[in-house]
């Protein structure tokens, strides 16, 4: 479906909904109506442009009833405590305003809370959980219940190719927060493998290199065609059952497609947050609610070496920086002829070591400040820590 039919499609839906003063906005892509709600339509477009007009429509007007209908969040907590659910997302959302409750998962993927209504999902806010009465883990553990009494548990002996398809009930593709649902298929000859490509869908099979191949490719398709993505990355069990990324569960065949996945994950999150905050600087000049001066926020580069995918970033003489977490940093400066040279390439740990650089609390994902290029002895024992030397 073409962007201007499709904007036809919502509109008429909208005015079919009883809404006669909805107005298109190109600038952001919403629909704005006069009680204030705006409809964002980036979402709902990517997930339509490949469907038949039919299809189309029928989506269409399923977001639209959803985003019209008059759904209210309980005020009170015995009555929103049944409705709660966890969902994985991925940490940049809500960049752009007030974060919903979360809390870290896995490296770059947080726990969210939604409340579950009869049309939509809300998000839940931490004015909201303050306004019930209760705690943010209060709020987790009913939320972590729920999603217990909906998941499917499983065995070794099912574990085959398993794909789970969220029917708006079922949240599967949230089912690795569940205490053991996972470590449920593991214990047979193959360790079981979870992708959660977009929020969902669920996909679960065994660690079988050869099938390995071609699942972490079709994952990494698919999440860069999600309209929402989640994750490239594989999940798996470590010893004690508890949910890991593959990668960090030991040698594998598979390492490197691991790899791949998680520098890929990492560089896209960074730079959907590198840039906001770049856009945000250029606009206000600081970041005072985030209680940060100005500094250039660097990106994170992707690199392939013959152990795997690694993530680097550029760490150049003369500039102030805002530096996200990766596996390395390249420290570089012009020589005396005016050239760009490279210092040294150290692991990140070892830099934040030797400069005793910190992370900003107010920064997710996490980044260090970088005010000031090394001193002439820190910059010696840089050098000494050159991995490429």
């Known amino acids: 479906m073409e962007r201007e039919q499709f904007v036809e499609t919502v509109l008429a839906s909208v005015r079919a909904h009883g809404i006669g003063d909805a107005e298109y906005s190109a600038e952001d892509f919403s629909v704005q109506h006069s009680d204030g709600r705006v409809i964002f339509l980036d979402n709902i477009f990517r997930e ?5 007009p039919a299809e189309s429509e029928e989506r269409v007007t399923a977001f639209v009833a959803a985003m019209t209908g008059s ?24 960049q752009d305003g007030p974060r919903p409750l979360h809390r870290a998962a896995f490296p770059f993927i947080d726990e969210v809370i939604v409340v579950d209504l009869p049309r ?21 553990a009913a939320a972590r219940d729920n999603l217990l009494a909906l998941s499917k548990p499983g065995s070794p002996a099912e574990l085959q190719i398993l794909r789970f398809v969220d029917d708006g009930d079922s949240y599967c593709a949230s089912w690795l927060l569940v205490p053991g649902w996972l470590a449920g298929y593991a214990g047979g000859a193959a360790r079981p493998v979870a992708f959660i490509a977009e929020n969902d869908s669920l996909l679960v099979v065994p660690d079988d290199p050869e099938l390995l191949v071609e699942v972490f490719e079709m994952i990494e398709q698919q999440y860069r065609d999600a309209a929402r993505p989640v994750s490239p990355q594989g999940y798996t069990v470590d010893e004690h059952g508890t949910v890991v990324p593959f990668d960090e569960a030991g040698p594998h065949p598979s390492m490197p497609l691991a790899l791949r996945a998680r520098a890929g994950l990492a560089a896209t999150e960074y730079s959907i947050q590198t840039d906001h905050l770049n856009t945000m600087f250029e606009e206000y000049l600081e970041l005072p609610d985030l209680d940060i001066a100005p500094a250039y926020a660097a990106a994170v580069n992707y690199e392939e070496s013959t152990d795997g995918a690694f993530t680097s970033v550029v760490w150049g003489e003369g500039v102030e920086y805002l530096l996200p977490e990766t596996d390395v940093v390249r420290f570089l400066r012009r020589d005396d002829n005016d050239e760009v040279e490279l210092v040294c390439t150290v692991p990140f740990p070892t830099v934040v070591e030797i400069l005793g650089l910190t992370p900003l609390p107010t920064l997710d994902p996490i980044r260090f400040e970088a005010r000031h290029w090394p001193d002439p002895t820190a910059l010696s024992r840089l050098r000494a820590a050159d991995i490429e030397q």
Do not use: I, K, N
Not at 48 to 52: A, I, Q, S
Not at 79 to 87: F, G, I, N, Q
Not at 124 to 132: D, N, P, R
């Open 71 to 94: 759904d209210d969040v309980p005020g009170d907590w015995d009555s929103v405590r049944p409705m709660l659910r966890s969902v994985l997302r991925p940490v940049t959302l809500g």
């Open 48 to 52: 339509c442009r490949h469907l038949g």
């Open 120 to 140: 939509t999902r809300a998000f839940v806010s931490v004015e909201q959980v303050a306004s019930w009465g209760v705690d943010a883990e209060q709020v987790f």
